[in-house]
């Protein structure tokens, strides 16, 4: 089943880099070699869009990290999906824990920017994770399928949706989910897909794994049958991306 699933694997750069920076980081990119069989995509900080976008080699997608729920007007400080396409990006990340969490964007903020987003054309990294205390109280399915269904709601082309768990207390702490841990949500999570949109969607849907992913526990994340790439922070800043994007090349 996995072996259908193109594997995925994203840079999320957050709110770091300057040009003379990510050029350091287009310069590994470009030398790869990249794993032809992964698809890579790349979120700078929305300044860099398009610098990164004239950059970067063609086999790398460019997303931005956000983006509001309407096409223009009077928003300041947001940006629209046309925005980031007339810049030649093509992915956005949307529900990312750090917008849940520090910015207080709600299931339903994020449910009606997946939608919109779709409907202009972008393709989508669409997150999910439980806290610490919500695992710790045995609340994980409860939350990710909560937050999934809020997506699921508002997914017009499944296509188009790449799905990424993030359990929130691995992110930028350096303490990633042991292989099984990763792969019994992404199993979970498959058959809610399954039993809510359909058994074709959930075989096809890839659903990359985040939090603290690195050079050195890529390769047994990665062999993990229900683990379709990865949404990578910090280590997407260094050589080792390289390396985590051909974790599963022999
Ligand atoms: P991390 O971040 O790899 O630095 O833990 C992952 C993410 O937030 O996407």
């Known amino acids: 089943m996995a072996s259908q699933r193109k594997f995925v694997v994203g840079g999320n750069w957050k709110m770091n880099g300057d040009k003379a920076s990510i050029d350091g980081i287009i310069a590994f990119l470009n030398a790869g070699p990249l794993d032809e069989n992964a698809e890579v995509i790349v979120a700078p900080a929305t300044p860099y869009l398009d610098y990164v976008r004239s950059k970067v080699n063609a086999n790398v997608a460019v997303a931005a990290q956000n983006c509001y729920k309407v096409g223009k007007g009077a928003f300041t400080g947001e940006i629209s999906p046309s925005m980031i396409k007339d810049v030649g990006a093509t992915w956005v990340i949307l529900g990312h824990s750090e917008r849940r969490h520090v910015f207080g964007e709600s299931d339903e903020l994020i449910g009606e920017k997946v939608k919109f987003a779709l409907s202009e054309g972008l393709n989508v990294i669409a997150c999910i994770g439980e806290k610490l205390e919500e695992r710790e109280a045995g609340k994980t399915n409860e939350v990710v399928f909560r937050q999934t269904k809020a997506i699921a709601d508002n997914v017009s082309d499944w296509k188009r949706v790449v799905l990424a768990y993030e359990p929130v207390w691995a992110i930028g702490t350096g303490k990633t989910a042991t292989p099984d841990q990763a792969q019994e949500v992404h199993d979970s999570l498959r058959k809610w897909v399954s039993e809510n949109v359909s058994s074709e969607v959930a ?9 603290s992913v690195n050079a050195a ?29 051909n974790a599963r090349k022999a």
């Not at 526990?217 to 985590?244: Q, R, Y």
Request: with cysteine; proline share 5%.
């Open 203 to 211: 075989q096809n849907v890839r659903i990359q794994y985040g939090g």
């Open 217 to 245: 526990n890529c390769k047994e994340l990665g062999a993990k049958p229900d683990v379709d790439g990865f949404l990578v922070g910090g280590a997407s800043l260094k050589p080792d991306f390289v390396t985590i994007v």
